[in-house]
C-alpha cells in the first residue's frame, strides 16, 4: 500500500509564494497521475491542480488558480510540487494529494490514495 505525505504549507502574506511537496512511500506503482485538492473550514473539498505522469505528461488547474500555481512531477523519485505564487487569503485551505494508478481527473472517486493534507494560512 502506497503512503502520500504532503509537506511545506503554512502561513505567508498576501502576495507571497509557498511549495508544497508530495512523497510517495512504501508499495509504490507507476503513478498515472496526481492531484492536489484543497478543502477550506465549512468548505468542500475541491479540485486545484494535477499532473499526468504516463505517456504524454500534462498538467490542468482550476481557473482560480491558473497562472499563479504550478504543477510539476518526477515519476522515478515519487516526489510531485505544487508550487504557489501571488497568494491570495482564499487559497487558505488544507491542501491534499492524491494518487490515481489509471485516469488524469477533477474527480476525487477517481484518486486512491490520499495524504493527510498539509495547511495553508495566507493573511491579507
Known amino acids: 500500500q502506497v503512503q502520500l505525505v504532503e509537506s511545506g504549507g503554512g502561513l505567508v502574506q498576501a502576495g507571497g509564494s509557498l511549495r508544497l511537496s508530495c512523497t510517495a512511500t512504501g508499495r509504490i506503482f507507476n503513478n498515472y497521475a496526481v492531484a492536489w485538492f484543497r478543502q477550506a473550514p465549512g468548505k468542500e473539498r475541491e479540485f486545484v491542480a494535477r499532473i499526468k505522469l504516463s505517456g504524454i505528461t500534462g498538467t490542468h488547474y482550476t481557473d482560480s488558480v491558473k497562472g499563479r500555481f504550478t504543477v510539476s512531477g518526477d515519476n522515478a523519485k515519487n516526489l510531485v510540487y505544487l508550487q504557489m505564487n501571488m497568494l491570495k487569503p482564499e487559497d487558505s485551505a488544507v491542501y491534499y494529494c492524491?494518487?490515481?494508478?489509471?485516469?488524469?481527473?477533477?474527480?476525487?472517486?477517481?484518486?486512491?490514495?490520499w495524504g493527510q493534507g498539509t495547511q495553508v494560512t495566507v493573511s491579507s
Open positions: 492524491a494518487r490515481s494508478l489509471w485516469v488524469a481527473s477533477v474527480r476525487e472517486a477517481d484518486y486512491d490514495s
